[in-house]
């Protein structure tokens, strides 16, 4: 790693309507360095890259790029000065080529005035060939998977000659083997003095990857450490500012009668032959790489998606669930993947979004009961400790660790009998996360059984009385909590297992 400065963002402030974003934050990035910024959403990350992007402009401080003063006030003036953004959401084309994507809106064009794609698949693939990726310049990018989409990206980015990366939560969405290649070519840009400024909400990653960690507070600058040195403790509590002494909340119980039974379900596609049950008050894990239909299952339980064969046991009695309203009526809720596309409303209330499922109990003909929408919304931003300035702000301007709690929110008003989170605490910082723990764990004892699907192992591990692990639309195996390691989870989920 090269210690010369690349870039500076001294003492950036901005402010919003009633809002101090960012007070006084200050960032060192090294040419070649891997540098996380950590910190609970809501704490001023997002906001200090869009000003380096170009998206917002800073109310005070200034932006060096190899020492000199910079001014960014727009995308294109962030791109002139070598910064590229890599959003948790990918932006490519989906049935463009992936030379398409990465060349849109500048492609190069011959003397007669017409596009030069012999140029731009040729330039395509000395930049892939670089990074000894196996992809077709011509292949359209929905074909593609979602760890070589982000190299698109990437290489997106590279084309506009980017010396500055940011990329946000780039493993969201991948599995452990995708994860293992995306970072291998991280480690290629590392090499060529790109420097990259990586957010990411899971600890894990950061030992793997980044070489140093800024984080940051309530819009101030808490510190630096070199990732070497420095432990999860420390960097929890300068996140949260205090000790996080019980992150996995959960007391275990003895095991209870079944009161879900999934018996060989199928749905004609990628689920075979699924068997499990769900026991009263217990945490039953998923576990599986992407793509095992760990997803799936859950749809075809709630009644979003249809199985051709099999069938669903609720206290014992066969049940017919064809759509999510008939699941709703037999106690079942879905907390689904992903929040933004399929759970919330960005721009309603809190008080909307708690409450839009259980209309029916506030809404007599034309006659709606204010308080009592009111009272319930009350109940559940208090019982989860929703941050929230009033129950009429927008969703979408509360952190994403509130949004899903509001989300979590929703289906609780509906009083289920079986909760399914699939993936509770995707893109949610650590202090939520805890929060959602000690919710879960809340939950159970009052006797609500909750089926978690995730992707991180230790969530699964320190969560999940039993967890089931599956692969390529199986069931492989259900583990007991006692002996229970990463290591044993993923023999299952790989093929390994045979």
Request: with cysteine.
């Amino acid at each position: 790693m090269s210690e010369s400065i690349l870039l500076e963002m001294n003492h950036i402030k901005k402010e919003f309507p009633g809002v101090k974003a960012l007070k006084d934050v200050s960032i060192q990035l090294r040419a070649g360095e891997i540098h996380a910024l950590l910190g609970e959403n809501g704490a001023g990350k997002s906001t200090l890259i869009k000003i380096l992007a170009g998206i917002y402009n800073a109310d005070g401080g200034e932006i060096r790029i190899n020492g000199n003063p910079v001014v960014i006030q727009s995308v294109l003036d962030a791109q002139r000065n070598g910064i590229s953004v890599i959003h948790q959401e990918l932006v490519l084309v989906p049935h463009m080529t992936v030379t398409e994507n990465i060349y849109l809106g500048r492609e190069p064009v011959t003397t007669a005035g017409i596009v030069d794609y012999k140029k731009m698949n040729r330039d395509a693939k000395r930049i892939l060939d670089s990074f000894e990726l196996d992809i077709d310049p011509e292949e359209e990018v929905h074909r593609l998977t979602i760890a070589q989409q982000q190299m698109v990206e990437i290489i997106k980015s590279l084309s506009f000659n980017a010396r500055i990366l940011v990329m946000d939560e780039p493993t969201s969405s991948l599995s452990e083997k995708d994860v293992g290649f995306l970072f291998e070519n991280i480690r290629k840009l590392r090499k060529a003095n790109v420097g990259i400024i990586y957010i990411s909400h899971r600890m894990s990653e950061l030992k793997q990857i980044t070489d140093r960690i800024t984080v940051i507070r309530d819009g101030e600058c808490i510190g630096d450490r070199d990732t070497a040195s420095a432990s999860n403790d420390e960097l929890i509590t300068m996140m949260v500012g205090r000790q996080l002494t019980n992150y996995y909340t959960r007391d275990f119980g003895e095991p209870q009668e079944p009161i879900l039974e999934v018996r060989n379900l199928g749905d004609g596609k990628l689920l075979k032959d699924v068997s499990f049950e769900l026991r009263r008050g217990e945490i039953l894990g998923f576990a599986g790489l992407v793509g095992a239909g760990r997803s799936e299952v859950m749809k075809c339980i709630f009644g979003v998606d249809r199985f051709t064969s099999g069938e669903i046991l609720i206290e014992g009695r066969p049940v017919k669930i064809r759509d999510p309203e008939e699941a709703m009526n037999l106690g079942i809720a879905l907390v689904p993947e992903s929040r933004k596309l399929e759970a919330i409303f960005p721009v309603q209330s809190v008080m909307f979004n708690i409450t839009i499922k259980i209309l029916r109990e506030f809404i007599k003909g034309i006659f709606v009961d204010n308080k009592k929408e009111i009272s319930i919304t009350k109940k559940h931003v208090d019982n989860l400790s929703i941050k929230t300035p009033t129950y009429h702000q927008l969703l979408g301007n509360l952190s994403g660790g509130n949004q899903q709690k509001v989300v979590i929110g929703r289906w609780l008003a509906t009083k289920p009998k079986i909760l399914i989170l699939d993936e509770p605490t995707k893109g949610v910082d650590v202090g939520a996360k805890a929060e959602i723990y000690a919710i879960m764990n809340d939950l159970v004892k009052l006797g609500v059984s909750i089926i978690m699907i995730s992707s991180e192992l230790p969530e699964v591990i320190n969560m999940s009385d039993r967890v089931v692990v599956m692969r390529s639309g199986r069931v492989i195996e259900c583990l007991p909590r006692e002996g229970l390691t990463q290591e044993k989870i993923m023999y299952h989920a790989t093929q390994l297992a045979g």
